[in-house]
């Protein structure tokens, strides 16, 4: 039995959207020095249930108890102040300000009426420092990786005297080293004393850094389990519910084809961009998947922006379609018949304030010109169909995107490349954020799409994704390619090895 009182918890919370229920009656209870694991598909509620906690919307009915006392938090600035931290899923940092800046914007100390630079600068160093990040914090944050800025959004909530913390999927752009620097620091906190809530879809990592867990479902809770008490098999039928039988046909439908005799679709010789990506060479067959594997900043990013023609590249010849020279532009790709998931497709994709209809068949309207209007009844019928297939959890396709939790967002992005149908498709880290259900769809519509003749990039941080659906994997270390990977040599193991720089690379055969 804990005899520790909890120092955050709620009782019976619910929470409407206009008349729909994503909370029902949901219990929670946070303890001091506990990771407390929030576990749920896209959708599920997690989001809402941390927003309620934390002033950003008002519940409908239940009640919230802080330090043993019932609070109304009007405001998440009122829970900030009183101790409760909370990086939401959606960072909202600034690119165009100053690490030091993001970390402190909104509430820079002053001295004699004026901005402290040097105490902002200063302290900003030591924040990060916890995070075992030395980085320049005067420079502008747009000049650092994804990683890294999920860094200083951490940071930034880290430096209130905090009672509890709560991160809602702070892992989904670091790799796996820095997630392990961070779970460091959240077990040094937590050991401290602090509670901790903690959000993710990387259910190895749940298990490993979390103590308790609770699994939301529906916007209901299913109950609350010690993490040393439950396994990984189980904790998916608790999240997935009855649909596990289904998930698990899915899994097994999953196979590689027989790629040697392909055509090459897209060829690339001894391209490389300064400072970005050093001396390559790549063949894109139609009908088959490419993986390219790494840690981040190894390049994967940097390949795919210099294949779509967002960057130039300082070195290379290309043919495409067995044309030689094509000097790419992303509007060239885009005639080419190329699309582009990016990585961070919060920044770089969804428009908010339009429907997901709308955000769906964007790509397909620009790849058909913007003068050819495609029908009202047609978009519906397109929208609709890619909703069903990467299973988009929504009222209707008129619902507007900015409604959608955090993964169903991810999926509309990558619906609107499938819905386009080009030739080549890059999918920078398309299952990041989604939920292990929709993962396996996503998984089976880039087989789907690979069988029926497109050519696709897909870069992922998880090896296991990758050797399931891959027919070959390129191998990226310090911007370089060191090798790849085919048929029965392609498997986690190696690529780890690799990537890892364990084996030497004569040994990695297929070497290029
Ligand atoms: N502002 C809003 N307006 C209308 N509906 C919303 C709003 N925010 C969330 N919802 C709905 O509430 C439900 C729960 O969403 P929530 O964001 O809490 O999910 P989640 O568990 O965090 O999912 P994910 O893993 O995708 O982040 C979803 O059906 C979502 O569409
Ligand atoms: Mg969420």
Redesign the pocket.
Known sequence: MNIKKPVLCCTSITKF??GVI?LDKVNFNLFPGEIHGLL?E???????LIKCLTGVYLPDHGDIYYEGKRVVFAAPSEARNRGISTVY?EINLIQTLSVAENIFAGRQPLSKGRINWKKINERSRELLAMLDLDIDVTALLSEYSTAVQQMVAIARSLDISAKVLILDEPTSSLDEDEAHMLFNVIRKLRNEGMAIVFIS?FLDQVLELCDTLTI?RN?ESVGEYRANEISKHELIIKMLGKKLAAFENRVAELNSSDESKKDVFYSVRSMSRRKSMKHFDLDLKKGEVLGLAGLLGSGRTEIARLLFGIDKPHSGNTVIKGVSGSVLSPKNAVRHSFGYCPEDRKLEGLIPCLTIRENIVLALQVKKGLLKYISLKKQRKIAEKFMQLVSI??PSCEENVS??????QQKVIIARWLAANPEFLILDEPTRGI?VGAKFEIQKLILKFRDLGMSILFISSELDELVRCCDRVAVLRDRKKITEYTGRSLCSEKIMATIAHVTSEAEDGNLL
């Open positions: 959207f206009s994503a749920g896209n959708g599920a509620g997690k989001s809402t899923q879809h939301l916007g959890k929504a409604r959608l939790s955090g993964g169903n939920d």
